[in-house]
Structures are given as structure tokens and as C-alpha cells.
Nanobody, 116 residues
Framework: QVQLVESGGGLVQAGGSLRLSCAAY????????MAWYRQVPGKQREWVASITSNGYTDYSNSVKVRFTISRDNAKNTVFLQMNNLKPEDTAVYSCRLTSPSSDVYWGQGTQVTVSS
């Protein structure tokens, strides 16, 4: 079983930065793909960024250049560095782990609020 715990959310002014962390409890983190998603109430969850087990990254067009996903396998943690934040980035951000056998696990999420 895998448990994911996000942290690092908060309130920031437009143009500011935040760094989200997602700690994974379980033995399969290093061989799993990780991703960040976000959701605004009343809207569908939106994919933000992904990183494979060997470090290949991909980003949605809305965050490319501004956000950076990374992972530390020694600490079982994935990060999302968010720079130049905009009010439209306001959402609950959740991490997702996809195991090699395609099992999917989600964290509870952390709120990010960007004020204008």
C-alpha cells in the first residue's frame, strides 16, 4: 500500500513562488511515475506535470517554463517548484503515483491560492 502526503501550499501574491512536496510512504516510489494535478471547485481535475521513474518530465502548456517537477528517490519525495504564479493557478494540487503495474494512488491535496 502507498500513502502520499502533500505539503507546501499556501497563499502567495501573483508573481511569487511556492514549492510543493509530496512524500510517498511505500516501497515502490523509485520505480513509479509521479504526477501533479490540480482542481478548482466545479471544474475537472487538470494534469499539471509528470516525471517518470528515470526522470523524464512533461508539462501542460499552461505551466511550461514556470513550473518544474523533480524527484528525490532517496527521500521518496516529488516536488513541484512553481514560479511566477498567476491567480489562475489557484487550485487544490494533488500528487499521483502510478506503479509499474498501473496501480494509481492519490494524495489528499494541498491548497494553493494566488492573489492578484
Amino acid at each position: 500500500q502507498v500513502q502520499l502526503v502533500e505539503s507546501g501550499g499556501g497563499l502567495v501574491q501573483a508573481g511569487g513562488s511556492l514549492r510543493l512536496s509530496c512524500a510517498a510512504y511505500g516501497s515502490i516510489f523509485s520505480i513509479s511515475s509521479m504526477a501533479w494535478y490540480r482542481q478548482v471547485p466545479g471544474k475537472q481535475r487538470e494534469w499539471v506535470a509528470s516525471i517518470t521513474s528515470n526522470g523524464y518530465t512533461d508539462y501542460s502548456n499552461s505551466v511550461k517554463v514556470r513550473f518544474t517537477i523533480s524527484r528525490d528517490n532517496a527521500k521518496n519525495t516529488v516536488f513541484l517548484q512553481m514560479n511566477n504564479l498567476k491567480p489562475e493557478d489557484t487550485a487544490v494540487y494533488s500528487c499521483r503515483l502510478t506503479s509499474p503495474s498501473s496501480d494509481v494512488y492519490w494524495g489528499q491535496g494541498t491548497q494553493v491560492t494566488v492573489s492578484s
